[in-house]
């Protein structure tokens, strides 16, 4: 039987659909390039970079003939490094502008790989099926709840493993989340909520056929996300 879609899934993507193709683009643009970038967004990129890296590593080297989703592809980096190890990577990302981005980067030569880009729903079931689905930093902006019910569609359609982020229940992060609300909406990106690991891991429980294994913190000056794997038992 079919899982609940996600409670607040559509508003949300709506939002951050807007924000990275209209209000952050270049700033975007410039994160995930080697472009000269202030102390603060540093930071960022170095973390960002750290869990990408993170999030390969719990996937296996091999990936040839191995179908991957990566959920939430953004410019592309962790697609190309994917598929630069065999993998058939389908590439899905709800801002077109960055996707449009992720092609113009994609190098000539990838060796036995391949990378299908795609502006739309992650959830999208016309992608088919996966062996593998990766979600970097695509739920940071969802509660429990809705982060749940998104893996668990996706789990409809994936073989083997999740690997996912969300963004940790601390008191930094809780206290950022507090503040970040006096800044003007067009200098912040829709806000990013914490989620306590207990709370989620009860609510992970609810998936069934699947289990929450590994899982890693990431931390780099204003970058704080969580990494977490799902398998298939």
């Not at 079919?2 to 949300?12: E, F, G, S």
């Not at 592809?73 to 077109?96: H, K």
């Not at 990838?110 to 992650?122: C, E, L, N, S, V």
């Not at 003007?184 to 914490?194: C, E, K, L, N, V």
Request: charged share 25%; aromatic share 6%; net charge neutral.
């Amino acid at each position: 039987m079919a899982t609940q879609a996600p409670t607040n899934y559509d508003a949300q993507r709506e939002k951050l659909a807007e924000y990275f193709d209209r209000t952050a683009r270049k700033a975007w643009i410039d994160l995930t390039s080697d472009a000269k970038v202030s102390g603060i967004r540093a930071t960022v990129r170095a973390g960002r970079e750290r869990m990408r890296e993170t999030l390969l590593s719990w996937l296996p080297e091999d990936l040839r003939r191995t179908r991957v989703l990566d959920a939430g592809c953004g410019t592309g980096a962790l697609s190309v490094a994917a598929a630069c190890r065999g993998a058939e990577v389908t590439g899905v990302d709800v801002a077109a502008g960055l996707v449009d981005i992720a092609r113009e980067r994609t190098p000539s030569f990838i060796g036995h790989g391949r990378i299908d880009w795609h502006a739309g729903d992650m959830l999208d079931p016309a992608f088919g099926e996966f062996e593998h689905v990766v979600l970097m930093d695509s739920l940071i902006h969802y509660p429990a709840e809705d982060i749940v019910a998104t893996l668990a569609k996706l789990s409809e359609r994936c073989g083997r493993s999740i690997v996912f982020t969300f963004a940790p229940h601390t008191a930094a992060l809780g206290a950022m989340h507090k503040i970040g609300k006096i800044f003007p909406r067009s200098d912040r990106s829709p806000a990013i909520i914490p989620v306590a690991e207990a709370e989620l891991r009860q609510r992970l429980a609810s998936i069934s056929g699947w289990q929450a294994r590994r899982t890693e913190r990431v931390s780099s000056g204003f970058y704080t996300s969580q990494a977490m794997e799902l398998v298939k038992l």
